[in-house]
């Protein structure tokens, strides 16, 4: 069975950093594509970035050159460094796995961490 269990969310000034970390189990992340996506209240959950198998990364157009995906294969790790950060990226973060080669679209993944909480204030 498939589990992705997120950690490293809290609370930061703008400008700062946070690190997340989605530790999988049940599914190799050297062999999925994994994504991380954010959802604030009332709004849509929104593809964030994802990383490939074979280690291409992806990034939507608000996080590019702030944020940072990466996987560590010996430890089944995927991590978010999400580092300016702005009120507007508070969000509730979910890592997820597809099993599609590579995709951004919350839709075509089928697991799903339980979230971790960002919180930017200004």
């Known amino acids: 069975q498939v589990r992705l269990v997120e950690s490293g969310g809290g609370s930061v000034q703008a400008g700062g950093s946070l690190r997340l970390s989605c530790a999988a189990s049940?599914?190799?992340?050297?062999?999925?594509?994994i994504g991380w996506f954010h959802q604030a209240p009332g709004k849509e959950r929104e593809g964030v970035a994802a990383?490939?198998?074979?280690?291409?990364?992806y990034y939507a157009a608000p996080v590019k050159g702030r944020f940072t995906i990466s996987q560590n294969n010996a430890q089944n790790m995927v991590y978010l460094q999400m580092n300016s950060l702005k009120p507007e990226d508070a969000a509730m973060y979910y890592c997820?796995?597809?099993?599609?080669?590579?995709?951004?679209?919350?839709?075509?993944?089928?697991?799903w961490g339980q979230g971790a909480q960002v919180t930017v204030s200004s």
């Open positions: 997820a796995a597809t099993k599609l080669i590579g995709s951004s679209r919350a839709a075509d993944f089928n697991c």
């Open positions: 049940g599914v190799r992340v050297s062999t999925r594509c």
């Open positions: 990383i490939r198998a074979g280690g291409i990364p």
